[in-house]
């Protein structure tokens, strides 16, 4: 897997600018916004994720259709809004199960390395530059290799690997229901990490900085940033982001309260 990482790396300094920079820029802002704001805006993120996520599985599973990507994006925001304690729980869920699969597989990240085919590759044309449609050809090659090697890994890993996945689901599930504001903190959090890292990366290839070489040779250093980047997201927005439901059932309650109280002493003066 590693080996298809850096290859990535080494074609994506031919790529197109605009592959690189657009989706990196739009990472690192919604990261930012999602990591220390998330939990406050929970109704926005949500549409913005579930249009984003059903965006991008129109584009890719319906068709290369605009019509088709704008209404499956529609639909799907409509839905994470509508099932909004749901959705979080099942990306909180989701993020679980893919850090744990990625702890629990790194012994067996070097079994297998799926080839990406030649053909597809960025391949510049003579005097011209590499075009979008290009890179975008280059990613999807590497994105079916990435998932072709996946799939081995998922076949080599013993039963009590999935096991311990299974487990971390039951407990995201669990402290959802219970422990919704803080699972729900750390969703958000973990989340725009995630995007920011990503968006980087993406940057960083367009500056030819080699980011995945250097921190496939520094690990452990960028998975403790990357934990202290969420542990603060998450106790940020536990401290600063206050659900507004329970201000407004207590001013309605005080409002309650003295109008209870206005009608006493009205009746207290007419007796």
Request: charged residues 15%; glycine residues 12%.
């Given at each position: 897997?590693?080996?298809?990482?850096?290859?990535?790396?080494?074609?994506?300094?031919?790529?197109?600018?605009?592959?690189?920079?657009?989706?990196?820029?739009?990472?690192v802002i919604i990261g930012l916004?999602?990591?220390?704001?998330?939990?406050?805006?929970?109704?926005?993120?949500?549409?913005?994720?579930?249009?984003?996520?059903?965006?991008?599985?129109?584009?890719?599973?319906?068709?290369?259709?605009?019509?088709?990507?704008?209404?499956?994006?529609?639909?799907?925001?409509?839905?994470?809004?509508?099932?909004?304690?749901?959705?979080?729980?099942?990306?909180?869920?989701?993020?679980?199960?893919?850090?744990?699969?990625?702890?629990?597989?790194?012994?067996?990240?070097?079994?297998?390395?799926?080839?990406?085919?030649?053909?597809?590759?960025?391949?510049?044309?003579?005097?011209?530059?590499?075009?979008?449609?290009?890179?975008?050809?280059?990613?999807?090659?590497?994105?079916?290799?990435?998932?072709?090697?996946?799939?081995?890994?998922?076949?080599?890993?013993?039963?009590?690997?999935?096991?311990?996945?299974?487990?971390?689901?039951?407990?995201?599930?669990?402290?959802?229901?219970?422990l919704w504001r803080l699972v729900?903190?750390?969703?958000?959090?973990?989340?725009?990490?995630?995007?920011?890292?990503?968006?980087?990366?993406?940057?960083?290839?367009?500056?030819?900085?080699?980011?995945?070489?250097?921190?496939?040779?520094?690990?452990?250093?960028?998975?403790?940033?990357?934990?202290?980047?969420?542990?603060?997201?998450?106790?940020?927005?536990?401290?600063?982001?206050?659900?507004?439901?329970?201000?407004?059932?207590?001013?309605?309650?005080?409002?309650?309260?003295q109008q209870d109280s206005g009608?006493?002493?009205?009746?207290?003066?007419?007796?």
């Amino acid at each position: 897997m590693l080996e298809i990482l850096q290859d990535f790396e080494q074609a994506a300094a031919r790529f197109a600018p605009l592959v690189l920079i657009v989706p990196g820029l739009a990472a690192v802002i919604i990261g930012l916004f999602v990591w220390l704001g998330g939990l406050g805006f929970r109704r926005l993120m949500v549409a913005l994720l579930g249009a984003i996520a059903g965006g991008l599985c129109g584009f890719f599973l319906i068709g290369r259709n605009l019509g088709a990507t704008v209404v499956s994006a529609g639909l799907a925001a409509l839905i994470a809004i509508i099932f909004e304690k749901v959705f979080i729980i099942v990306l909180a869920v989701a993020l679980a199960a893919i850090f744990g699969f990625a702890v629990l597989a790194r012994p067996y990240l070097g079994s297998t390395e799926a080839a990406v085919p030649p053909g597809q590759t960025v391949t510049p044309e003579q005097g011209g530059d590499v075009t979008v449609r290009q890179s975008v050809e280059t990613v999807k090659a590497h994105a079916v290799s990435l998932g072709q090697t996946v799939k081995h890994i998922c076949s080599e890993m013993p039963i009590h690997n999935w096991a311990i996945i299974g487990g971390l689901i039951v407990l995201f599930v669990v402290a959802g229901v219970y422990l919704w504001r803080l699972v729900s903190a750390l969703c958000c959090a973990t989340l725009g990490t995630t995007l920011i890292f990503g968006g980087l990366i993406l940057l960083l290839l367009f500056k030819g900085s080699a980011p995945i070489s250097r921190i496939s040779s520094n690990t452990p250093s960028y998975a403790a940033a990357f934990a202290a980047m969420a542990a603060f997201g998450t106790v940020e927005q536990l401290l600063l982001c206050r659900s507004d439901k329970k201000g407004s059932a207590k001013e309605k309650g005080k409002g309650k309260d003295q109008q209870d109280s206005g009608r006493a002493g009205r009746g207290w003066r007419g007796r």
